[in-house]
């Protein structure tokens, strides 16, 4: 009988991933990092690089905040790690021709969400015409930079950054605890859906938001955060993408449901702040408390001691989540949420 073999979690190198945060750093896209840009700030065009600085509202994109442009111009380019100009530029081709014939199916074979290309193709005549394309003329000049642009990174750039992300990977992977999907599995009742699990490094961007989820099974991460927040937030992601079928229904009934909380220091978006702060919570139970990601800006203090007053052992994360949400909302002098 085959020994089937443990689901891996890992760092890995990319340079889908690292010529978009190279772009969106240059754009002062949500991504900055001044040394970097002192540096390579020459590498595009004077023209090119204004024209990403402003339109870099259109790009950003922070937690549950997107612009206009994220998805297409970072997450999917990241997450398909296209590595030449022709492949990058069949991808915006494939963009192009959905917009001139109003048709999801051009841009089938490349979208993360077809839920959501659907809904955008679906919407009506009116705001096509009025709001979608003239917007798509400022996001067709941004797709020709990043094909222009591509060639001059890939061989005076990413030669550069490559050996030191490569060196960081292996370091990290050394660090990684063994069998982290099965201990995760063990701590939840729930199912890891992927196969394997691995974090992209990425070079530019030095302040700019990391974590960031392009799938079920990866995600991207500044390379040079302190090396044991890194091991935390590793796992503590992982427990993200774990979690994440569980509740995603709930989660999603909830971010259009419940009013953003405004209140300073905390981020307000009460399903955000509560998924995370779970994650956070088991990320602490599966590793006695070494592993400590609760987020102050997530209220995690708070989420902390209500799941810890409401936990009992074999509770279904989406039990702990759905009562803390009302208990917190309790807390803070608001209606609580009928699912």
Not at 204 to 220: F, H, I, Q, R, V
Not at 221 to 238: G, P, Q, V
Not at 285 to 296: F, N, P, V, Y
Request: negative net charge.
């Amino acid at each position: 009988m085959k020994k089937m073999l443990e689901q891996r979690v890992y760092t890995d190198v990319e340079f889908g991933v690292n010529y978009v945060t190279h772009l969106y750093t240059l754009a002062g896209a949500g991504f900055y990092d001044e040394s970097y840009v002192k540096k390579y700030q020459s590498s595009v065009l004077p023209d090119d690089g204004e024209f990403l600085r402003q339109n870099a509202n259109l790009m950003s994109f922070m937690r549950r905040d997107f612009g206009p442009f994220a998805e297409l111009l970072y997450f999917t380019p990241a997450y398909f790690n296209f590595e030449t100009a022709e492949e990058i530029s069949e991808y915006f081709n494939a963009w192009n021709n959905a917009v001139k014939q109003k048709s999801f199916l051009p841009f089938a074979r490349f979208s993360l969400h077809p839920e959501h290309g659907i809904q955008f193709f679906g919407m009506d005549n009116e705001t096509w015409e009025q709001q979608i394309l003239p917007l798509n003329e400022i996001f067709n000049k941004i797709s020709q930079i990043y094909v222009v642009n591509l060639d001059y990174y890939k061989i005076k750039i990413w030669p550069e950054v490559k050996p030191i992300l490569v060196e960081r990977s292996e370091s990290l992977n050394h660090r990684l605890q063994p069998n982290l999907i099965g201990k995760w599995e063990d701590c939840t009742g729930c199912k890891f859906e992927g196969a394997q699990y691995q974090i992209i490094l990425f070079y530019a961007g030095e302040n700019a938001p990391s974590w960031n989820n392009l799938s079920l099974d990866k995600n991207t991460a500044f390379y040079n955060l302190r090396t044991d927040y890194m091991i935390a937030m590793i796992s503590h992601e992982l427990g993200i993408h774990i979690l994440r079928p569980y509740l995603k229904e709930t989660i999603l009934q909830d971010e259009k449901n419940i009013p953003k909380i405004d209140q300073p220091g905390i981020y307000g978006n009460v399903s955000y702040m509560a998924s995370e702060s779970l994650a956070a919570f088991y990320n602490e139970r599966l590793s006695d408390g070494k592993l400590s990601t609760g987020c102050k800006s997530n209220d995690y203090s708070i989420f902390k001691q209500i799941f810890e007053s409401l936990y009992y052992p074999n509770m279904q994360p989406l039990d702990l989540y759905m009562q803390g949400v009302n208990r917190y909302l309790e807390l803070k002098g608001k209606a609580t949420h009928e699912r």
